[in-house]
């Protein structure tokens, strides 16, 4: 199976077709149009008017078109999927995931629309945000709750508020969240994405907050604006070093397993197979193994 890279994902208020347009030139691995947080109440159906429109007529090149959906359970959840199903985007993102039932209960409205459009069975998957400790005390059942889940993203404002817990620059208050959501999301073979970085100006923290989600293990990261998707790309998109280190300690790899030999030196260093899956991660990151 291809691997889909989330390197960034960045979020276009739905409302506004200009922004959706011009993201749609920006070569981002991903775009959710947001019809939860960044639509105001009055503007919900002018939002899900434009985004079905943008999705209709918009050139997205290679870019996953992605919508954030309103809470699950809610008549303005119910209103997004009536007016977006057939607009056709690749997936929908489910804000404040907490209940599994009504996660599995989304997934089986949209394989009954995918059955009645003559669709591929799985065509729309799903993206959870974990934003609230109730999700995250439920993370193990939500990356269980249904097979088109492919990815569990970290919202650390909402978090951080449902637990009454205060926002630093450090972000130590966040931590353990973070890890909990990577650690979940590799055991369900899952990608990870970590929350936004909120200071638009600030393009060093921005690298350094990537540079250090991606050691952390997440896959990819949330942009608000098309000038950090560049930075946030370019954190989770292996280096040409990275990439030929990968490629030797796997050729070493195979030449000794050809030879019945298992742990092997390598670089002066003892090789077994934690080092050989990380190797193998690198590959699919930058696109080099499927």
Do not use: W
Request: charged residues 20%; negative net charge.
């Amino acid at each position: 199976m291809s691997y889909n890279p989330r390197r960034a994902l960045l979020f276009m208020p739905a409302d506004d077709l200009h922004k959706i347009n011009k993201a749609a030139t920006l070569d981002v691995d991903c775009i959710i149009m947001d019809l939860e947080d960044g639509v105001a109440p009055d503007r919900k159906n002018a939002a899900r008017q434009t985004a079905a429109q943008a999705l209709q007529t918009l050139s997205f090149g290679r870019t996953e078109r992605l919508v954030r959906l309103n809470p699950l359970n809610t008549a303005e959840c119910e209103s997004d999927l009536r007016a977006l199903l057939p607009a056709m985007p690749d997936g929908f993102v489910v804000p404040k995931a907490e209940d599994t039932i009504a996660l599995s209960a989304l997934s089986a409205r949209l394989a009954t629309f995918e059955r009645e459009a003559e669709l591929p069975q799985g065509k729309f998957t799903l993206l959870a945000i974990i934003e609230t400790a109730r999700g995250l005390v439920a993370l193990r059942e939500i990356a269980a709750s249904t097979p088109r889940l492919s990815a569990l993203i970290f919202g650390a404002e909402d978090y951080t508020s449902s637990i009454g817990a205060q926002r630093t620059r450090n972000g130590m208050e966040v931590l353990y969240a973070r890890s909990a959501v990577v650690a979940h999301a590799a055991a369900a073979n899952l990608q990870a994405i970590d929350t936004l970085f909120t200071d638009l100006e600030d393009m060093e923290g921005l690298q350094a907050d990537a540079a250090f989600a991606r050691q952390l293990g997440f896959t990819g990261k949330l942009a608000i604006h098309p000038k950090q998707v560049p930075i946030i790309q370019a954190a989770f998109t292996p280096s040409e070093a990275e990439i030929a280190s990968a490629e030797r300690l796997l050729a070493a790899y195979k030449a000794n397993q050809a030879v019945g030999i298992g742990v092997f030196a390598y670089e002066g260093k003892m090789v077994d197979m934690p080092m050989i899956r990380a190797a193998q991660n690198v590959l699919r990151r930058a696109g080099r193994m499927l």
